[in-house]
């Protein structure tokens, strides 16, 4: 039963969070997106025109063969002619989809023009880093919108999969090994992105939101992001920072400003500006980071983030705290 609720509020949270629309490949709003669809449509074509032509002539038949002779059933047999075009015609038909293939993949692989940032898969969350700027953003990635974006892609533990299924296809997260994906966001929004390789318990909890946005708007994002954490203002957030320090969230998270400087979790900087927690399952209000607080290993069992007792007021100093780290 407890179960089935968490499962209910999970499924309603992913749609409240993606905009209650999902990432169909079918509405791509990437420039590798969109030469999918397009390659796609070819081939869905293509084979729709072999099925009704197959179905057409064993109709025709069925309704037209049945009253012949038997001797006449294997006047084929031996025929050159009819022999080769029905060889030639599937060997036309793969060459063909072969090289809207090929062609498809080319017109994706576009120019590298060096990383912008680094997409690292934990598990199980995202974490964007942008060492030139000096910042990480974890779950959370603005770009700019009609302009390429170039993106090193790595992970920190097991083979997680990148895919933002409006932008473009699937790139293997592998340990060790640095992989690359450039396309050029077409449309602004906000687009869900999500772990396309099983990695653990937690797989289908691995998303993340992919901002388009202009760039103004990504110019001021990334203002924001270099800037350490807000001091707190009100009463309760200025005690959830000494609770937070205190009961040990540093060991595993960062608070560029303060005394905690862990890096195995995602650092929380500017964790009130986030729309969604828990690797973007749940929205970002305080009824539901209290809820993470207090019970992470019942929002997500078996995640890294422990459980940890405290009282409830210190949890609630906690969420006080993070909220305003806008
Ligand atoms: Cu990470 Cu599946």
């Known amino acids: 039963m407890r179960a089935a609720t968490v499962a209910a509020g999970v499924v309603a949270a992913a749609l409240i969070l993606s905009g209650c629309e999902s990432p169909s490949i079918l509405r791509a709003e990437g420039s590798a997106g969109a030469e999918i669809v397009t390659l796609a449509i070819w081939v869905f074509a293509i084979l729709a025109g072999v099925l009704v032509t197959v179905w057409g002539i064993l109709v025709f038949v069925v309704l037209t063969g049945r009253r012949r002779r038997e001797e006449d059933a294997s ?50 969350w995202w974490d964007f880093s942008f060492p030139g700027l000096g910042f990480n953003a974890p779950n959370e990635v603005y770009v700019p919108v009609d302009r390429q974006v170039d993106i090193d892609i790595e992970s920190s533990d097991v083979i997680h999969s990148f895919w933002v299924p409006q932008m473009g296809g699937k790139v293997d997260m592998i340990p060790g090994h640095v992989n690359h994906i450039q396309f050029v966001p077409l449309t602004e929004g906000s687009y869900l992105g999500e772990c396309a390789e099983f990695c653990g318990v937690q797989h289908g909890n691995m998303r993340f939101l992919f901002e388009v946005v202009s760039l103004e708007e990504y110019s001021e994002w990334v203002r924001r992001q270099q800037e350490p954490a807000a001091e707190p203002t009100g009463d309760a957030a200025i005690a959830g920072r000494q609770v937070t320090a205190s009961v ?13 400087s862990g890096t195995f979790g995602p650092d929380l900087t500017h ?56």
């Open 248 to 260: 040990g969230c540093g060991s595993c998270h960062v608070i560029r400003g303060t005394s905690m």
């Open 75 to 124: 006047r084929s047999k031996g025929n050159l002619k009819i022999e080769i075009i029905w060889t030639a015609i599937p060997a036309v038909i793969v060459t063909v989809l072969f090289v809207l293939t090929v062609v498809t993949t080319e017109r994706i692989n576009v120019p590298k023009q060096g990383a912008d940032f680094t997409g690292i898969g934990r598990q199980w």
């Open 271 to 326: 964790f009130g500006s986030r729309k969604g927690i828990a690797a973007y399952t749940l929205p970002n209000t305080p009824e539901n980071l209290l809820r993470w607080i207090q019970d992470p290993q019942g929002v997500k069992p078996e995640c890294n983030m422990p459980n940890v007792p405290l009282p409830l007021q210190q949890q609630q100093e906690i969420v006080a705290y993070l909220e305003e780290l806008q």
